[in-house]
């Protein structure tokens, strides 16, 4: 009788109540191979927003300092988080053995011949490689995505496949987005890598939000 009671109480309380971004969006069956994903901005975007962590609302950042917006889809992958796991596979690429997680979900941009016109949206996208990134001594490695079943980047399949000027523009944009005035930047990518440690990084971050957020996970079974 109690479970009758509460399912249609669940469904209300879904109707009424703005999910989490971050822990309320499932990341999908089909993952690290097909992943949804929470876009925070789009190309047309000269502010830089972000998933605020505790509401879960987007926020202004702060606005870009120069010309530079990101040139694809940019947002990050629902119940990831980069910790140990993540950190540990960075070391064994890298072979230092000073980094640590930056306790942020997985970054992920996703290309798209669409022009999608604002954020805050969920997409259904195909991981395809991605940079190691490093921001002095913290892994924030950016996974590169296709959108699922797009016109002209639905076939590829490895970061191999894309044309140079695409991976440069990217690279780009995620060297140079932190720049300030007289101040050094630390940002730099060690590794340009493809499907496979995609797919790696992806399992590993999945791994570390389980760890981290384990808590979370039994409490809401408890609601």
């Given at each position: 009788m109690a479970n009758k009671i509460m399912d249609p109480i669940g469904r209300l309380m879904g109707l009424?109540?703005?999910?989490?971004?971050?822990?309320?969006?499932?990341?999908?069956?089909?993952?690290?191979?097909?992943?949804?994903?929470?876009?925070?901005?789009?190309?047309?975007?000269?502010?830089?927003?972000?998933?605020?962590?505790?509401?879960?609302?987007?926020?202004i950042d702060r606005p870009q300092k120069y010309s530079n917006t990101v040139p694809a889809l940019?947002?990050?992958?629902?119940?990831?988080?980069?910790?140990?796991?993540?950190?540990?596979?960075?070391?064994?690429?890298?072979?230092?053995?000073?980094?640590?997680?930056d306790g942020d979900p997985i970054d992920i941009c996703i290309l798209t011949e669409k022009e999608i016109v604002h954020g805050d949206i969920l997409?259904?996208?195909?991981?395809?490689?991605?940079?190691?990134?490093?921001?002095?001594?913290?892994?924030?490695?950016?996974?590169?995505?296709v959108l699922n079943n797009d016109a002209v980047y639905g076939d590829y399949k490895d970061i191999s496949d894309?044309?140079?000027?695409?991976?440069?523009?990217?690279?780009?944009?995620?060297?140079?987005?932190?720049?300030?005035?007289?101040k050094q930047s630390d940002v730099e990518i060690t590794h340009t890598f493809g499907i496979d440690e995609a797919h790696e990084v992806i399992r590993r971050s999945m791994e570390d939000y389980f760890h981290k957020f384990d808590t979370l996970d039994s409490a809401l079974k408890t609601v």
């Open positions: 009424r109540y703005k999910s989490h971004p971050w822990h309320g969006v499932d990341i999908g069956k089909e993952a690290p191979e097909k992943l949804i994903c929470f876009v925070e901005m789009v190309t047309t975007d000269t502010v830089k927003y972000e998933v605020d962590k505790e509401t879960g609302y987007l926020r940019y947002g990050f992958v629902p119940q990831t988080y980069s910790g140990k796991e993540v950190a540990k596979f960075c070391m064994e690429k890298t072979g230092r053995d000073d980094i640590h997680g997409v259904r996208a195909r991981p395809i490689g991605g940079f190691r990134m490093l921001d002095s001594n913290q892994s924030d490695d950016k996974i590169i995505a894309c044309p140079d000027l695409v991976i440069d523009r990217l690279k780009h944009y995620f060297l140079t987005y932190k720049d300030l005035p007289g």
